[in-house]
């Protein structure tokens, strides 16, 4: 059975920085774009960052691109989301989203329909 699986999350303290890794589970996540959305309690889920089928591209929001870093290692076939300089208000759950069709750019509008896991929990406390 298909599965996204995200890791990584945690409690850190302001400023302090976490790394969430994302890989598919009883499919290839090669050859199909991935990226990361977040949740917070009360609010809509939120793009944060999506890099293409070949990583060769990435799209991140401007409010976000001094902090967030998303790279893939088409090796082992994991997404990862590098976070810096955390803050309180970039607490919530943070959701790994797949593609469901191949060869596409990463962008927001293409992500939202994906597949997506459970999630993984960052806390920022002040």
């Known amino acids: 059975q298909f599965h996204v699986v995200e890791s990584g999350g945690g409690l850190v303290q302001a400023g302090g920085s976490l790394r969430l890794s994302c890989a598919a589970s009883g499919r290839t996540s090669s050859g199909y774009a991935m990226g990361w959305f977040r949740q917070a309690p009360g609010k809509e889920r939120e793009f944060v960052a999506g890099?293409?089928?070949?990583?060769?591209?990435?799209d991140i929001p401007d409010s976000m691109k001094a902090r967030f870093t998303i790279s893939r290692d088409s090796a082992d076939e994991t997404v990862y989301l590098q976070m810096r300089n955390l803050k309180p208000e970039d607490t919530a759950v943070y959701y790994c989203h797949l593609d469901t069709v191949p060869g596409r750019s990463g962008t927001a509008l293409e992500l939202i329909s994906g597949s997506w896991g459970q999630g993984t929990q960052v806390t920022v406390s002040s």
């Open positions: 890099i293409n089928w070949s990583g060769s591209r990435t």
